[in-house]
């Protein structure tokens, strides 16, 4: 017997090995849109090869590896393992159907193979064939089955049996009960709808206690596996003396409901059965039959009322459906049974399970709408509405879904990023079922921006306007532009450069230079409002980004005048040995026009405002100089007594602050003839010594008064101040053009022996930058230009004098003013 034992086990391993054999061969290829089958058969050993994956779904075995593939489940226990270097999958733990599945069939698991980079998600299912690795057991165990049975049971009363319990399935459950030979009863099964048998002993020969007062049988349950398995369980009958009736239930099958979670002690439904007999014989008591499976604990039966209740935890997850069998046994030993079917109603007690399959916590503003953000699976417990999940995202945020899988979802971005609005995402995510009430539960994400470089550097203005004074050092700082970037990091940094333009013909290098970090544009040299009055230059700011972005401002740079020229006497000219002198005669009334000292100075606005003084006189009494105009006149009347050789000393100041000088010596003879004044004029050459001396103390002068000056400085200061800004708002007034015309002067009396006639014209503007003057003489001015030596003063007299009288050789001086 044990050889036929160990053949009968060397047989079931083979069968074992080729049965896995054809199974793996049959599901190998069954893979369709993303997911692919196994079929298994239980109990195979760990590290046995389910299927090859790779080749299955079509993917590279680089790829696996690349992608980090691996496997997500939601079970505590992970019966499959992946090989990412082949490509295959294997056993991780032994696998018990039973366990697995109970008595559901087919039996499978599934789980999700995720790789990223693109992201992809594959399902596989595996499904456990079941192999006849138990045998049938009745719940009794090593006890048997007693019955009380009257004697006066009729032929054909039926004696329902505890029926045996199979883990296995299919052709390897509960095949067949077998009844050991005997002349009283005989075995009948009854087929249920699910599938499994009923087993009663119906009696075919009356009972005789006198002659047979105990039957002791065995009953035999057989599967239908190859290596056929059985259970056997004692049968012990006592033959009572008369009850010929049994209980029976107003009912054959009882249906009855009950809400998950109710309460221990919760009547659920009243079964009700009668006895015909009376007295102890018809006295019952009810009792619910062994159970198979969870049932045994989940209800009770109150054995006098017949009330079942509930005496266990009820969760529609586990169960949704209860069987049990109720009996009603009278005092007789008889029996009653009906079965009683109960439904279990689903409540909403389980909020849906955010699980986080895959994210991406940084982004790039330029992904295109569409990008994946993370992959999500949401699962809930219950049934229908209960397990119904919504998704949604709180607050306006530029995400959606997208359901991939069941239970899988997408979040994707809904629009383009902009770093510099938002730089950072708080995504809550909320799940809720569509339960009453509803049930939720949420997650968050946090999610960065990365920045691209898409927004240029601008600056706050496209024309700056900056100011400097001539005459300034070099490196001296004029202006600084900035320009900002509302990038971040590199993409931000700003580098400041000078576009190469041209300035009076040299490039605007060789005038200003800038700094490429600061923005800070200074003076490469000293510049000169005489030569050059306004510079433009075109700054860029450029970001350091890849490729980089960049704008252009313009900066304008005036230049302001500096009173750095000395007026410049054109009329009377000095000359360097001659003496010229101005002809009056004695009869010249009041206010005789003698000459005209014209001076011009090349600076602008109140730097060129001129004014004129006598600053020494032969006779301070005689002769005045016209502030604004330089004209020179006779303030009384000429008399003999006056004398003939009459010297001027006229100081041209301008309006600058510190102001320029100059002086002109102006000569006059007060005579009525030529010959008068021959005499008189040849000792002008012996002043030449005067004049020396005269220039000594005056630069001597000029020193003590410059001391005296650096002394004051800082109350000049606040005066030059004042005046600056005086200028400042008459430079910018925009008030019409007032035309000065002076007027004519001429000798009326025509008495003199020199009659003048000055012809000239002056323009000013308030706020132009330029007046021009332009005067001349007449032919009949006579100048009388005296050599050191009188021999020839005639005859150059009478020269000139020729000159003078041709109509057509007027002298005309033009000059030009600027003025503020």
């Not at 079929?39 to 590290?47: A, D, H, L, Q």
């Not at 080749?55 to 079970?75: N, Y």
């Not at 039966?301 to 209860?322: A, F, L, R, W």
């Not at 699976?377 to 069941?406: H, M, R, W």
């Amino acid at each position: 017997m044990m050889e036929n034992r160990r053949s009968l086990v060397h047989l079931h391993k083979r069968w074992r090995f080729f049965y896995g054999l054809l199974v793996l061969l049959f599901h190998a290829f069954n893979t369709a849109g993303g997911q692919i089958r196994y079929s298994i058969p239980e109990e195979m050993k760990k590290g046995s090869v389910i299927g090859n994956v790779a080749q299955d779904l079509g993917l590279d075995v680089k790829r696996l590896r690349s992608g980090r593939a691996r496997i997500v489940t939601s079970e505590n226990i992970q019966y499959t393992e992946l090989k990412t270097d082949k490509g295959i999958l294997l056993v991780n733990e032994r696998i018990d159907r039973e366990q697995l599945c109970g008595d559901v069939t087919p039996c499978s698991f599934s789980f999700e193979m995720i790789l990223e980079n693109p992201m992809e998600l594959h399902r596989i299912t595996v499904e456990i064939l079941d192999i006849n690795d138990h045998a049938p057991v009745f719940p009794n165990g090593d006890r048997s089955l007693n019955f009380e049975i009257s004697e006066s049971v009729m032929v054909g009363m039926q004696f329902p049996l505890q029926g045996a319990e199979d883990l296995d399935v299919g052709q390897n459950a509960l095949q067949n009960y077998i009844l050991s030979p005997n002349d009283n009863f005989v075995l009948r099964q009854l087929a249920n709808p699910d599938g499994s048998k009923n087993v009663e002993m119906v009696l075919q020969k009356a009972l005789d206690r006198e002659l047979r007062p105990k039957l002791s049988l065995k009953l035999i349950a057989v599967d239908g596996g190859t290596l056929q398995r059985s259970g056997t369980v004692n049968i012990d009958i006592t033959v009572l003396d008369a009850n010929d009736n049994v209980p029976i239930f107003n009912q054959t099958v009882y249906k009855a409901y009950v809400i998950e979670n109710t309460a221990k002690g919760t009547g659920i439904i009243t079964v009700n059965a009668t006895d015909a007999d009376s007295g102890s014989h018809g006295e019952m008591s009810y009792s619910l039959s062994k159970m198979k499976g969870s049932s045994a604990d989940m209800f009770n039966i109150n054995e006098n009322t017949g009330t079942i209740y509930v005496s266990g935890q009820i969760d529609y997850e586990k169960d949704k459906k209860y069987e049990v069998r109720v009996e009603a046994k009278d005092h007789g030993g008889l029996t009653g049974t009906s079965k009683v079917i109960i439904d279990v109603v689903d409540v909403n007690d389980n909020a849906p399970v955010i699980n986080i399959m895959s994210f991406s916590s940084l982004v790039s503003e330029d992904a295109r709408p569409g990008t994946t953000i993370a992959l999500l699976n949401i699962k809930d417990a219950d049934s229908d509405k209960n397990g119904q999940v919504k998704c949604s995202i709180n607050g306006k945020l530029p995400f959606k879904f997208e359901s991939s899988l069941t239970s899988y979802y997408n979040l994707i971005s809904d629009q383009y990023f902009d770093r510099e609005t938002v730089a950072e995402y708080n995504i809550t995510i909320t799940a809720i079922d569509s339960g009453s009430p509803p049930l939720s539960s949420s997650t968050r994400l946090h999610l960065k921006i990365s920045d691209v470089n898409d927004n240029a550097p601008m600056f706050d203005k496209n024309i700056y306007t900056a100011r400097i004074i001539e005459n300034n050092p070099p490196g001296l700082s004029i202006f600084a532009v900035s320009a900002r970037d509302s990038d971040w990091n590199q993409n931000a940094r700003i580098s400041y450069l000078l576009e190469d333009t041209h300035v009076s013909g040299y490039p605007i290098s060789t005038y200003v230079s800038l700094n490429s970090d600061t923005g800070d544009i200074s003076a490469v040299r000293s510049f000169d409002y005489e030569q050059i009055k306004e510079i433009q230059l075109v700054v860029k700011a450029q970001d350091g980004g890849s490729p980089p972005l960049s704008s252009n401002a313009t900066v304008k740079i005036m230049i302001q005048d500096h009173n750095d020229n000395a007026p410049q006497v054109l009329y009377p000219v000095q000359t360097g040995g001659s003496v010229v002198a101005e002809m009056v005669p004695r009869s010249a009334d009041v206010g005789y026009l003698v000459t005209k000292v014209v001076a011009v100075d090349v600076d602008s606005g109140q730097n060129a405002w001129l004014s004129y003084k006598l600053q020494k006189a032969t006779d301070r009494a005689l002769f005045e100089v016209g502030l604004q105009n330089g004209e020179i006149r006779t303030i009384r009347q000429v008399t003999d007594k006056d004398a003939v050789k009459q010297r001027l000393t006229v100081f041209v100041e301008d309006n600058g602050q510190p102001s320029r000088s100059a002086t002109v010596i102006v000569n006059v003879a007060v005579a009525d003839s030529y010959p008068e004044v021959l005499s008189e004029f040849t000792d002008f050459t012996h002043d030449k010594e005067y004049n020396d001396n005269l220039t000594f103390y005056l630069v001597l002068a000029l020193a003590v008064v410059s001391f005296l000056f650096i002394t004051c400085l800082v109350v000049i200061i606040s005066v030059k101040i004042y005046r600056w800004r005086q200028s400042r708002i008459l430079y910018h007034s925009s008030l019409p053009v007032i035309p000065y015309y002076p007027p004519r002067y001429s000798d009326t009396l025509g008495t003199g022996t020199l009659p003048h006639v000055y012809n000239y014209e002056v323009c000013r503007t308030t706020d132009s930058r330029k007046s021009d003057c332009k005067f001349g003489t007449a032919g009949s001015q006579k100048v009388l230009i005296m050599d050191p030596s009188s021999t020839g003063t005639m005859q150059r007299i009478q020269s000139e004098k020729n000159i003078l009288d041709e109509p057509d050789s007027p002298l005309e001086v033009s000059c030009g003013l600027s003025v503020f």
